[in-house]
């Protein structure tokens, strides 16, 4: 069964760090590239990172571009998100998604999607 | 505010038809496929239709997606109560480098 889950959410005050986990299972973890992607109290979905299948290549937004680190250790088939400087604006919960689809990346969709992790960033 | 544009609900009677938009621009829409996701309230999103109208095995075909330009829609047939969900659109944006989506649809079964 393919399945992402992700740990590591919590309260956290503004300016500390956080550091999100997410373990795949049922398929070659290898593979695969994975994003992040967050979604704040009824607000919009925001992508927030992605790294290649091979860890070659990382790309985010602009948000949290400096501020964040995406990695991943095959070894553990986990994927993880290092979050520096942490602001209000980054209270959501943190979802792990497997990028699925083919050679062309930008053609690619998210599947599947972890249960998600709740950040909180609040004094 | 979200880089692609979707109305924040719809909503139609068991078995009518609801179609959802949702607009953007030619760096992402324009030039770029678009996926769908359906979100149950405190659920993860699941991939609905991928490559603009292809849709996964176990997704009925009562869910159909379509692109013209830089617009796309997703149309619901037959609409069931089980159909009460967000729906949200998302594409690769070239000039923001980076996935978006749009704000979300709920849809609501009367």
């Known amino acids: 069964q393919v399945q992402l889950v992700e740990s590591g959410g919590g309260v956290v005050q503004p300016g500390r760090s956080l550091r999100l986990s997410c373990e795949a299972s049922?398929?070659?973890?290898?593979?695969?590239?994975f994003h992040w992607v967050r979604q704040a109290p009824g607000k919009v979905m925001e992508w927030v990172a992605v790294?290649?299948?091979?860890?070659?290549?990382?790309y985010y937004a602009d948000s949290v571009r400096g501020r964040f680190t995406i990695s991943r250790d095959n070894s553990k088939n986990t994927v993880y998100l290092e979050m520096n400087t942490l602001t209000v604006e980054d209270t959501a919960v943190y979802y792990c998604?497997?990028?699925?689809?083919?050679?062309?990346?930008?053609?690619?969709?998210?599947?599947?999607w972890g249960q998600g992790t709740l950040v909180i960033v609040s004094s | 505010q979200s880089v692609l544009t979707q109305p924040p609900s719809a909503s139609g009677t068991p078995g009518q038809r609801v179609t959802i938009s949702c607009s953007g621009s030619?760096?992402?829409?324009?030039?770029?496929?678009v996926n769908w996701y359906q979100q149950f309230p405190g659920t993860a999103p699941k991939l609905l239709i991928h490559?603009?109208?292809q849709r996964p095995s176990g997704v009925p075909d009562r869910f159909s997606g379509s692109k013209s330009g830089t617009s796309a829609s997703l149309a619901i047939s037959g609409l069931q109560s089980d159909d009460e969900a967000d729906y949200h659109c998302?594409?690769?944006?070239?000039?923001?480098?980076?996935?978006?989506f749009g704000g979300g649809t709920k849809v609501t079964v009367l």
């Open positions: 998604a497997r990028d699925y689809g083919g050679i062309q990346w930008s053609q690619n969709w998210f599947d599947p």
């Open positions: 049922g398929f070659t973890f290898t593979g695969f590239g």
């Open positions: 790294i290649w299948y091979d860890g070659s290549k990382k």
């Open positions: 030619s760096s992402n829409i324009g030039s770029n496929t």
């Open positions: 490559s603009n109208n």
């Open positions: 998302a594409a690769w944006d070239a000039s923001l480098n980076g996935w978006v």
